[in-house]
Every structure is written in structure tokens, then in C-alpha cells.
């Protein structure tokens, strides 16, 4: 699933509010998008992009950097000195991620040396198994040692592993380290175990810094190094992906999203614990327990929302134009629906719509009740709203893809292993004949794009909104032996029926919608209808309407 680069202007799942889910999927193929981010502008200059990134690597605001350097790479894929800032940028977000993360602490301090060696090895098994393309050892192992520098560079890393290093011991361990590495030719996954074993033998010798932590740093380093979308899941990390495979997870039932000094609710479930508990979209939480969110970082802020269920979360909230006022919020399981708004938005043409969050195990249960009900409701023609749809599921979208399209590829995928290989067709039975809108974005990814491709391939409907993100790759969920984590790795990538990549292209609308100061369409008054400023919605019930027009 999406991993969310969580800067002032992303938006963060559900992963925050206490994901607890024993998952038992042995493997669960999904379908990843890439993360959102702060997008420069299309004017700016490669200096001006450097400049703002290094100002907030020096600031520490890793989150945001990685976004701004990632949205760059999208704007300038090929420019090395981009991939260079981000790839380090990542490497000290990913640390601070690790270590405010309770259960990579708790691993961290049940894990002897050999255990620790036991679970990189087991990874460097699954690269080398699953991963879309051939493993480069040395490369892997340069990975890890570049994952351990920056550590030895965060007083988070150093005050938990290594708290009487002088700054003197660490120089002398750089030193021995790569003098050791440079006398080494690494040509197998033995290899790297070895060299690894031996970093950490070094590392206790001069730094006194236990052997765990070290290959620890070689074990991340290795698999968040392979690409934007692979990458080592902490226990925690493992259950909220598997929670959001089920659509279900014990919290409170909110979508935040970060801003200076609060977090800001910009949703809440139905029926959840915290709509139940008063809790409102525009709410800003200043305080979890007494403690105030200005100053912590975003996974901070989720750590404190964090617990079992039935417990309780204090939130201090503040709404706009009204008193602070505190609400308790009892965590429980929560369903997540995947469609939601389900509604005629304008009678007269028989138009329905709803908005497809997200391809989940429980989509295509919500998707033949959402559409039952809108044909109850006479429906004549449909618009699927797809608007920050992170993707999911690759069966799943593939499934909602059958429920429309009759006959045909609906998407190929090809690994470096045949058994990644394959192609899905459509099936006649079962299938709506609606005439169908699809509004998509810059945030439509992955399962999302598989579904707009397969539309638009097959001409069974209109396109609306901007180009999607480009995600083309598939990922594959694979559970350790050697602890409660896990690895997301790259598999395959994917292709739509006409054999076009997704990758950095993305699907191109039908009906182009800019941003513009005042709506494209003149809408009715009728409260079901589109707000004036969503332009993307007005120009996709205009072409609704002309669809149903033309039957």
C-alpha cells in the first residue's frame, strides 16, 4: 500500500490512529502508489529546487524534503543531482520513522547478533527470490553502510545505541569500516551476511554499540534502497498494511492531515468511534492525553494516538470560530468503507456518483451495493469518482474493472520470475452497462490507473480531471520468520490492455480540467449537486449528461 510522506501538505491515512490487526496472509499482492507531496512549481529551475531542498534538510524537515524532492523527480526524471538528494533524504526520514516506531524498538531490544544476522539474510533471500530485477550485492551492502553513516549523524540513533560515543570513536570506526569494505569483494548474499557481521563486530569493538542495531541498519538499508516503493515494514508497519488490505482497524475513525501546530481532521468515518464522540471534519487536535501536538512530529502525534482498543484518547480540539473543547474517544475496530458518497447528483439526467477511496478486500461488497441503490434510485448514467484514490489491491481493481468491461485484457504484469507473469481478461457475466464517468487526478495511483486505463483502453467511458500520478509496479507483502516484520517488495510492473506503461506517464483524461477561477459548468441549486469551485466534478457531470443524451 501507499506509503505516505508525512510533510505539511499530506494527507495521512488511518495508519495513525492505532492499526492493530493480527493478519495471517501468507502474501498479499497489492498494488502501491508513490507518496504525495509538495509539488514545485512547473516554472522553477533545478537551483531554485536544490536550494529549497537543502533548506530543509538543514531545518531537519526530512518529511517535507523527501516530498519536494520526490515531486521534483516526477518534474525531472532523469536529473542525478535530484536522485542523489532524495535517496539521502530518504535514509534520515526512514531512521526517524524506525526509531519512533515502539514495535522496531522492541525488535530492536529482543534481537541477539545472530538473530539480527538470521533476519538480514532471510531478506536478502526474499530480494533475491521476488525482487523485479536481479539483486547487485555489493550495491545492497553499500546501501546498508550508507544507512548506518547517517545514523552515526541522529542524535536518535546515537543517545539509544551508542550513548558515551565520542565524536573521535566514531570517526575511528568510519574509518575502520571502510577499510574493511574496501578489501572485500561482495559477490553473494553469504557475502553480505558476512560483511555485515563483521561492521558490527567493529562497531562494538570501538563504538560499544550492540551488533543488532548495526545490521539492523544494513537490513533497511538493503530493502528501502531498491526503489521508491520497496522497503522493510516494522510489526507495526506490517499490520497497518494488512488493515488497510481488510478495510479494518482498531482507532478512532478520523483522516488527519499535518499542519504547523495541529493536526487538522479533514474526515470522519460514519458510525465510527469519533464521529459517535462528537468529533467533526475541520476540527484541529492541539493536544492527545494532555500533550501538546505543536511540537511533534507527525509520527509522534500518531504514536500518541496509538492503543488498544477500548482505550480511551483525551483530544484537546479547536473549532473554527468556536471554543476549545476536549472529547473522549474510546478506540475500537472500525470498518472502513472504500466507497462512500453514494448519491444521485442530479435527477433530472438520472446521473449517480460515488467516490472510490481506495481497492480493498471489502470494495467490490461496497461497490454492488453502492450500485443496487443507485439503480434503485434510477440511475442512467454514473460518475466514479477516482480523486486521491492511492490504489490497493491488484485483483481487486481488477474485479471492479470486470463489473464494467465485458470482454478483453483488463492488465498485464510482467517480473523477472514467469510466475509474475500474467494476464487478466474480462467476463460478460455480471457486467453494468451504465454509462460511465471517471474523474481522476494527479493522486490517482497504482490500482487506481489500472482501472481508469482499462476504461479508457476499452472506450467504455469518459475520462475527467488531470493526468494520473504514474505508478506502474506491482508489490508483494512478505512476512519475516525472524521477527513479527516484514518486506515490501517490488514484483512486477504493469501494463494496461494496450500494453502501455504506467510509469512516470500515468493516464491521460478524455476532458482536460484546468484550474480555473469559476466553475467550467453553470450547476442547478439542488443540494445533491457539486460545489461551484470543484470544477472537476462539474465538467464530469457535464459529460454525463451528454453521455445520457446520446442513448
Not at 157 to 176: H, K, T, V, W
Not at 315 to 329: E, H, N
Not at 362 to 373: E, P, Q, V
Amino acid at each position: 500500500m501507499r506509503r505516505r510522506v508525512l510533510s505539511a501538505a499530506s494527507v495521512i491515512w488511518l495508519v495513525v490512529l492505532a492499526v492493530l490487526l493480527s493478519g495471517h496472509c501468507a502474501f498479499a499482492q497489492s498494488v502501491s502508489p508513490a507518496p504525495i507531496g509538495i509539488a514545485p512549481s512547473s516554472t522553477a529551475d533545478i537551483g531554485d529546487i536544490l536550494h529549497q531542498g537543502r533548506q530543509m534538510e538543514l531545518d531537519r524537515r526530512w518529511g517535507d524534503a523527501l516530498s519536494h524532492y520526490e515531486d521534483a523527480i516526477r518534474q525531472f526524471p532523469t536529473h542525478d543531482d535530484l536522485h542523489q538528494r532524495f535517496e539521502f533524504t530518504r535514509l534520515h526520514y526512514d531512521l526517524g520513522r524506525r526509531y519512533t516506531d515502539h514495535s522496531f524498538c522492541n525488535t530492536l531490544d529482543r534481537l541477539s547478533e545472530q538473530e539480527a544476522l538470521d533476519l538480514y539474510r532471510e531478506v536478502l533471500v526474499k530480494i533475491q527470490a521476488h525482487y523485479v530485477e536481479g539483486p547487485a550485492w555489493q550495491e545492497l551492502v553499500q546501501h546498508g553502510t550508507n544507512a548506518l553513516e547517517v545514523a552515526l549523524t541522529e542524535p536518535v540513533f546515537l543517545q539509544r545505541n551508542a550513548p558515551r560515543a565520542a565524536e573521535r570513536q566514531i570517526l575511528e570506526f568510519r574509518d575502520a569500516l571502510h577499510r574493511m569494505l574496501n578489501s572485500r569483494t561482495i559477490e553473494c548474499r553469504d557475502d553480505a551476511r558476512d560483511t555485515a557481521a563483521a561492521a558490527a563486530r567493529l562497531a562494538k569493538q570501538l563504538m560499544a554499540v550492540a551488533p543488532a542495531a548495526v545490521v539492523l541498519e544494513y537490513t533497511c538499508g538493503a530493502a528501502n534502497s531498491l526503489d521508491c516503493y520497496s522497503a522493510y515494514l516494522t510489526p507495526d508497519q506490517l499490520s497497518d498494511v494488512y488493515s488497510q488490505i481488510e478495510g479494518n482497524f482498531v482507532g478512532l475513525g478520523i483522516e488527519l492531515k499535518s499542519e504547523p501546530g495541529a493536526l487538522v481532521i479533514v474526515r470522519v468515518i460514519p458510525r465510527s468511534p469519533a464521529q459517535l464522540s462528537g468529533v467533526r471534519a475541520g476540527d484541529r487536535i492541539v493536544a492527545v492525553d494532555g500533550q501538546p501536538t505543536c511540537s511533534l512530529s507527525a509520527d509522534e502525534a500518531a504514536n500518541l494516538l496509538q492503543g488498544e482498543a477500548n482505550t480511551i484518547a483525551r483530544l484537546s480540539l479547536v473549532s473554527p470560530g468556536q471554543d476549545a473543547r476536549q472529547v473522549d474517544v474510546r478506540r475500537k475496530r472500525v470498518e472502513v468503507p472504500s466507497i462512500d458518497e453514494t448519491k444521485i447528483i442530479d435527477p433530472d439526467y438520472g446521473i449517480g456518483y460515488f467516490k472510490l477511496s481506495c481497492f480493498q478486500k471489502t470494495t467490490c461488497r461496497d461497490l454492488d451495493a453502492a450500485m443496487w441503490k443507485l439503480h434503485r434510485e434510477g440511475m442512467k448514467a454514473l460518475v466514479i469518482d477516482l480523486r486521491g484514490n492511492p490504489g490497493g489491491l491488484l485483483i481487486t481493481a481488477v474485479e471492479v474493472v470486470d463489473k464494467f468491461v465485458d470482454r478483453g485484457i483488463i492488465v498485464s504484469t510482467r517480473g523477472r520470475s514467469l510466475q509474475e507473469d500474467f494476464t487478466y481478461s474480462a467476463h460478460a457475466t455480471g457486467t453494468w452497462r451504465v454509462p460511465l464517468v471517471v474523474l481522476i487526478d494527479h493522486e490517482s495511483a497504482s490500482a487506481a490507473e489500472i482501472f481508469a486505463g482499462a476504461i479508457r483502453d476499452h472506450r467504455r467511458g469518459t475520462l475527467v480531471g488531470r493526468r494520473s500520478y504514474g505508478k506502474g509496479s506491482v508489490q508483494g507483502i512478505f512476512p519475516l520468520n525472524h521477527s513479527s516484520a516484514g518486506i515490501r517488495l517490488t514484483t512486477a510492473k504493469f501494463y494496461s490492455p494496450s500494453g502501455r506503461p504506467f510509469s512516470l506517464v500515468g493516464v491521460e483524461p478524455d476532458v482536460l480540467v484546468h484550474r480555473v477561477a469559476r466553475p467550467i459548468v453553470t450547476l442547478s441549486s439542488s443540494p445533491a449537486m457539486p460545489k461551484d469551485d470543484d470544477q472537476m466534478l462539474a465538467a464530469a457531470l457535464h459529460a454525463a449528461r451528454q453521455l445520457t443524451a446520446k442513448r
